[in-house]
């Protein structure tokens, strides 16, 4: 049983540029999440996804966007890269309807490392 | 959301018990206190979860007090693999989609020395 899995492991960009990030829900799991991870911080809530909508969102500007297909599956895209985008980004994935309704349903994937020059 | 204040750092010898205090002042009646471990270059990883009084696991004890503004997660005999941050959450349960989100503070960095 696969966990989340989280596409590119690294990644390099330049300012101005545009990335996209993808994230693969573990089996099963029909909600994703997406934080972004400075250096030295705690993970900070981006927004997330269930039924491939946006169904609630972090304090990010809309340079940050995202899409979920049929399949759960999840992508993170970013517009006009600035140095401060430049985290660890991570996916996490979840049950909508869990039995027990417990917040530790959540379960994150490994990461996307983004440096922006 | 309820706001969390934690030790920025802690060092502790290998085979100690290792304590960590979170406050929680504003915790909400539905409110769940959740603790997270994690690696660097790595996702958290859940620990352990409780609402009052003592719950344990096979990794960790968590122990909440009756007022529960605080919340002591506890490590038995801790090794080198144990070193990493430590992040504690409050926040209601899911009760439908979409409802919830993870509010992380800066964690407690955990050094296990030899």
């Known amino acids: 049983d696969a966990g989340v899995t989280q596409s590119p492991t690294h990644l390099i960009k330049t300012r101005g540029q545009q990335v996209t990030l993808r994230c693969s829900p573990k089996?099963?799991?029909?909600?994703v999440s997406w934080y972004q991870q400075a250096l030295g911080q705690g993970p900070q809530f981006i927004f997330q996804?269930?039924?491939?909508?946006?169904?609630q969102r972090g304090n990010f500007p809309d340079r940050f966007s995202g899409h979920q297909f049929p399949n759960y599956s999840s992508e993170l895209n970013v517009n006009a890269l600035l140095l401060g985008d430049s985290a660890l980004y991570l996916c996490?994935?979840?049950?909508?309807?869990?039995?027990?309704?417990?917040?530790?349903?959540?379960?994150f994937g490994p990461g996307t490392r983004l440096t922006v020059l | 959301l309820a706001k969390t204040t934690q030790p920025i750092s802690m060092d502790s010898y290998e085979g100690q018990e290792v304590n960590i205090t979170c406050s929680h002042n504003n915790i909400a009646t539905n409110d769940y206190i959740t603790w997270y471990q994690q690696f660097p270059s790595q996702g958290p990883r859940f620990i352990i979860q409780g609402y009052k009084t003592k719950v344990t696991n096979e990794v960790a004890s968590l122990f909440i007090p009756a007022d529960r503004k605080s919340s002591t997660l506890s490590l038995p005999r801790v090794s080198l693999s144990d070193t990493a941050v430590y992040y504690c959450?409050?926040?209601?349960?899911?009760?439908?989609?979409?409802?919830?989100?993870?509010?992380f503070g800066k964690g407690t960095k955990l050094s296990v020395i030899p």
């Open positions: 996804y269930y039924e491939e909508e946006e169904r």
């Open positions: 959450l409050v926040g209601e349960p899911d009760s439908g989609a979409g409802s919830y989100q993870l509010t």
């Open positions: 996490a994935s979840s049950l909508a309807y869990s039995s027990g309704n417990l917040i530790d349903t959540q379960y």
């Open positions: 089996s099963g799991h029909d909600t």
